[in-house]
């Protein structure tokens, strides 16, 4: 595709629901990042994936969080048992190559982000 | 520890007028950093990054920043704000070399452009 896209874009759920988010990055792209935003704050790492190896997950704030990437392309990050502290907005990125590869910082493009209210 | 701070919650700036967000890293190796733009509804947009040739880089939407290791410093300049800049802009560090990928983001900068 032309652009990272998430899905849903906004989700609404009852505390103790599970809920599922989607990212499908660029074509292509080797890395795949998960990160939490809070209101007024800027992004926090969650997770990371080299192909469909999930390289770093010291993100994630408990076992209720994980994620999983099976074919190298399209990632899923599950909640479960979500608690109204999960309310955030959760981004992904992509980038083409990992910093292992180049050494340097790869530019990471993001998706439009999930907002997740939970109630 | 990397870590990135932008001094400014909130800057208003008048449209024509410069526009200067300031932005202080602290790592213990020369790091890659980057600077991006999130517009209301959008995707987090790259407006430049600097990795470790020229200190001046130029961005998108005539954006540029000037990296300043002795201050720590990745401040953020445009000559002319335009309204289309109302926006948040968040400063990134990217720690250095092989084993790393994280993006380290600043709490942000919300840029009111004023008519």
């Known amino acids: 595709g032309a652009g990272v896209s998430q899905s849903p874009r906004y989700k609404v759920t009852k505390r103790g629901q599970d809920v599922a988010l989607r990212c499908d990055p660029i074509?292509?792209?080797?890395?795949l990042y998960w990160y939490r935003q809070a209101l007024g704050q800027g992004p926090e790492f969650l997770t990371y994936?080299?192909?469909?190896?999930?390289?770093?997950k010291s993100g994630l704030p408990n076992d209720r969080f994980s994620a999983e990437r099976p074919e190298g392309s399209i990632s899923t990050l599950t909640i479960q048992r979500t608690e109204q502290r999960d309310s955030a907005m959760y981004r992904c990125?992509?980038?083409?190559?990992?910093?292992?590869?180049?050494?340097?910082?790869?530019?990471?493009?993001f998706g439009p982000g999930t907002r997740l209210l939970v109630l | 520890a990397q870590s990135v701070t932008q001094l400014d919650s909130h800057v208003s700036v008048s449209e024509g007028t410069p526009v200067l967000l300031r932005c202080n890293y602290s790592?213990?190796?020369?790091?890659?950093l980057f600077w991006y733009v999130q517009h209301p509804n959008k995707g987090l947009q790259l407006l430049l990054k600097?990795?470790?040739?020229?200190?001046l880089v130029k961005g998108i939407n005539g954006f540029e920043a000037e990296f300043k290791k002795s201050e720590t410093s990745f401040h953020l300049t445009k000559p002319s704000a335009h309204m289309s800049d109302a926006a948040e802009y968040f400063c990134?560090?990217?720690?250095?070399?092989?084993?790393?990928?994280?993006?380290?983001f600043g709490t942000g900068t919300r840029l009111k452009v004023l008519a």
């Open positions: 074509s292509g792209h080797v890395s």
């Open positions: 990134v560090v990217s720690p250095p070399r092989y084993g790393t990928y994280k993006y380290i």
């Open positions: 600097y990795t470790s040739a020229a200190t």
């Open positions: 994936f080299n192909y469909e190896a999930q390289q770093d």
């Open positions: 990125a992509s980038s083409l190559y990992n910093v292992i590869v180049t050494g340097e910082g790869e530019t990471q493009y």
């Open positions: 790592s213990s190796y020369s790091p890659s």
